[in-house]
């Protein structure tokens, strides 16, 4: 069984050292080449290994620490697919210990300067979580993700139930359904600005960053299409059990290279 790929722009596995802050990128396995570049943020973020699966630990709500890649704001893989689009998930892996009450960003899109942010998971505590789409925040929701858990942040304007054009996925399971309360219309699309990161564990401001998750990131993606609750199954089975690269039988060079260096690790 492999994951589902349909519209996939970016996928990363956050397994690039089982500890230490030597790796200077991120690879992602979409096959776009689009990598994330950490900031270990002076002290503040190492890579980890919990029970076999390998991620970057964030120890502190504040700080620099991140993994980034900046949109290019005239053309990009990910601006071409997620700007105007009707259509867009977030999917990812994490283990959180607390988040700042100024909302901790997970993982998403999220200006430079900032704001809200267009489409990013955050949260003020392990029991309260918000979805922000072009810049306005849903209402907190609180499904308790105190331990390590699989999430997929689905939008999808052309549902014809309004409540159905956001919905939130913990554990392979439907959580909330967002879009009645933040008022998305029909056919409603994601707006992405100038100086926009696709970013996990923090903002990304060249004064301030501070919003960044306490805990554990181990994967993230980013697809233009909307996930179906059959995919998200699926995708939740894999990663519950194994949200390193699979490198058994794999044919990408990415793949050949990540198990390399999982051996020298």
Do not use: C
Not at 146 to 161: I, N, P
Request: glycine letters at 10%; aromatic letters at 8%.
């Amino acid at each position: 069984m492999a994951l589902v790929d349909t519209g996939l722009l970016g996928r990363y596995y956050f397994d690039e050292a089982a500890s230490g802050t030597a790796p200077t990128q991120i690879d992602d396995f979409s096959g776009n080449a689009y990598h994330l570049t950490p900031d270990y943020g002076s002290g503040n973020m190492a890579y980890t290994e919990v029970a076999g699966n390998r991620g970057l630990e964030s120890t502190s709500v504040t700080g620099t620490q991140r993994a980034a890649h900046r949109l290019n704001d005239s053309s990009d893989t990910v601006r071409d697919g997620i700007d105007g689009s009707t259509t867009a998930t977030l999917e990812m892996v994490f283990d959180p210990d607390s988040f700042t009450g100024s909302g901790s960003r997970i993982w998403g899109l999220n200006g430079g300067s900032g704001e809200n942010g267009s489409f990013i998971l955050k949260a003020t505590s392990t029991t309260s979580y918000t979805v922000a789409i072009n810049n306005t925040d849903s209402p907190g929701f609180n499904p308790s993700i105190s331990a390590r858990a699989v999430v997929h942040v689905v939008f999808d304007s052309t549902e014809g139930t309004q409540d159905d054009r956001v919905r939130v996925y913990v554990n392979g399971s439907l959580n909330q359904s967002l879009g009645a309360d933040m008022s998305i219309g029909s056919s409603a699309t994601i707006t992405l600005g100038s100086s926009m990161d696709l970013i996990a564990l923090n903002r990304a401001n060249s004064t301030s960053y501070d919003r960044s998750m306490d805990g554990r990131f181990f994967y993230s993606a980013i697809y233009s299409s909307a996930l179906t609750s059959g995919n998200v199954s699926t995708n939740y089975t894999i990663l519950s059990s194994d949200d390193d690269e699979p490198v058994a039988g794999g044919s990408s060079i990415p793949a050949i290279v990540n198990s390399y260096r999982q051996r020298m690790s």
